[in-house]
């Protein structure tokens, strides 16, 4: 893209910020133009088992359970 090969690119704006790309952005769709991706930042916790006390404090972020199964249908 920055050699000139291309005309434009769509990427993720995770992607962009990651790279530190954002200059080189010119414009960023809205919703109402594209949906992001379902699931998208979604995460996944492990724990030990005796250390399961812990989950509590993110119990805050726990989604329902039509949600969980969405998101894990898209990773599958």
């Known amino acids: 893209m920055l ?3 291309y ?5 993720a704006a995770a992607g962009i910020e990651r ?5 080189h952005v010119t414009e960023y769709f809205d919703t109402d ?3 992001p991706a379902p699931g998208q930042g979604a995460i996944s916790v ?4 005796k ?4 989950l509590k404090c993110l ?12 998101t894990m249908k898209d990773r599958l």
Request: charged share 25%; net charge positive; no cysteine.
């Open 3 to 5: 050699n000139g090969e």
């Open 7 to 11: 005309d434009g690119l769509v990427m």
């Open 51 to 54: 250390i399961m006390n812990y």
């Open 59 to 70: 119990k805050i972020f726990v989604m329902k359970k039509q949600i969980f199964a969405l």
């Open 46 to 49: 492990e724990v030990k088992k």
């Open 33 to 35: 133009q594209m949906l």
């Open 19 to 23: 790279l530190g790309l954002q200059e």
